[in-house]
């Protein structure tokens, strides 16, 4: 490939998905989660991976200190911020995925137990060293290895995200309307999150 493109390279897709192995897209639906969740639900992780049906990369920002002086101003980088994400998975009547969610989130906030069953739960905030989870998104080449010489994760983009927990639920919302498939919403925050390196996870599995 030339190291400066010239005039027809511009206007030329020749050198996109080219037979040389340059520029292969990563498709958005090559991607695998694994989640390292509180210890009490580490099961958790291989069904999310059988369940998942989309999961989103933290926006990452910095929010910007504004520096004043005479008649200008500057401007430099402040806090580090990541977005909320979303986790969606496909509910099985087999595989109780809601009720694993469901315990994930009542570490984090335990509701009052009225039932009379004599539970010791009284609308209590969890300890963040038990709800914290982490977690690895996996963005591989089309045919589930990493590259086009089936090297296992020689072009796999792997995120690590850290200090992951659950803020919201959303079971789905049945409808007598249509026959469709029951997907599950939890929105997490995420403390961080970093590019993985070469002395990064060996494997999604």
């Not at 980088?77 to 994400?85: E, F, H, I, L, W």
């Not at 570490?107 to 609308?123: A, F, R």
């Not at 300890?127 to 591989?140: P, S």
């Not at 690590?160 to 309307?177: A, C, I, K, N, Q």
Request: hydrophobic fraction near 35%.
């Amino acid at each position: 490939m030339p190291t400066t493109l010239t005039a027809g390279d511009l206007v030329s897709a020749n050198l996109i998905a080219a037979r040389a192995g340059d520029y292969e897209p990563q498709r958005t639906n090559n991607f695998t989660l694994v989640i390292t969740a509180p210890s009490t639900i580490a099961s958790l992780s291989e069904t999310i991976q059988l369940c998942l049906s989309s999961f989103q990369i933290p926006k990452e920002e910095n929010t910007v200190v504004h520096i004043n002086f005479g008649n200008e101003e500057r401007k430099v980088a402040g806090r580090a911020t990541y977005a909320k994400v979303n986790l969606v998975v496909t509910d099985y009547v087999t595989n109780d995925i809601a009720g694993a969610l469901k315990e994930w989130c009542q570490l984090v906030y335990t509701p009052t137990d009225d039932s009379g069953g004599g539970g010791n739960t009284q609308g209590r905030i969890g300890w963040a060293a038990n709800y914290k989870g982490e977690a690895d998104i996996y963005m591989f080449g089309p045919d589930g290895l990493g590259d086009k010489n089936e090297t296992p994760l020689g072009n796999t983009r792997i995120w690590h995200l850290y200090g992951m927990w659950p803020v919201r639920f959303d079971p789905g919302e049945p409808s007598m309307e249509n026959p469709e498939v029951n997907r599950i919403t939890v929105e997490f925050e995420v403390d961080y999150m970093l590019r993985a390196d070469e002395s990064g996870p060996s494997g999604p599995v």
